[in-house]
T-cell receptor, first 112, second 113 residues
């Protein structure tokens, strides 16, 4: 089972910030949080990942709470092309296995 | 451009037939993975390989087989023992088993008639 909990779906107005929450209350101290997204019928795309500090790249920002039990992915100016399923993932197992367990994710609908 | 190529994109087969899905990467990645996705569901791990000539079962390996004879290739065979093979299959890779920034292929959609 996935170690994360996400809302099933969210809406966002085009041009506004999209804030996608994720709970990972059982995360271990050395486990990273990863975010991927999947546009319909395509392969998932990596967005961002982090351990403790907030992270930002050209696609998004990742805010991780101090206790690391939850995080938020922020798309600062959502466009219609950001409509996708967003997966929040915590790696399960040791670093030697390299497995990522994908849950059902959050379906983000960006509306005009 | 480097990436992962999956073929075929669409595949139709009769029940009871084995089918093999191709996955080729030119990223020089060590680790490769196969996931299965059903409508409205997340991805489930079938098999993964951290190095040539070695692979491990994922969470739903029954009815599937793989091989890793070359670093760039990781074909998946869906055997007749897989009771519900109709699904979207995704191949992925990453540079080393400890680094989880996966690159995915575009997927293969298998429909068993």
């Amino acid at each position: 089972d996935a170690k994360t909990t996400q809302p099933t779906s969210m809406d966002c107005a085009e041009g506004r910030a999209a804030n996608l929450p994720c709970n990972h209350s059982t995360i271990s101290g050395n486990e990273y949080v990863y975010w991927y997204r999947q546009i319909h019928s395509q392969g998932p795309q990596y967005i961002i990942h982090g351990l403790k500090n907030n992270e930002t790249n050209e696609m998004a920002s990742l805010i991780i709470t101090e206790d690391r039990k939850s995080s938020t992915l922020i798309l600062p100016h959502a466009t219609l092309r950001d409509t996708a399923v967003y997966y929040c993932i915590v790696r399960v197992g040791s670093s030697n296995t390299g497995k990522l367990i994908f849950g059902q994710g959050t379906t983000l609908q960006v509306k005009p | 451009d480097g990436g992962i190529t999956q073929s075929p994109k669409y595949l139709f087969r009769k029940e009871g037939q084995n089918v093999t899905l191709s996955c080729e990467q030119n990223l020089n990645h060590d680790a490769m993975y196969w996931y299965r996705q059903d409508p409205g569901q997340g991805l489930r791990l079938i098999y993964y390989s951290q190095i040539v000539n070695d692979f491990q079962k994922g969470d739903i390996a029954e009815g599937y087989s793989v091989s890793r004879e070359k670093k760039e290739s990781f074909p998946l065979t869906v055997t007749s023992a897989q009771k519900n093979p109709t699904a979207f299959y995704l191949c992925a890779s990453n540079p080393a088993a400890g680094a989880n920034v996966l690159t995915f292929g575009a997927g293969s959609r298998l429909t068993v008639l």
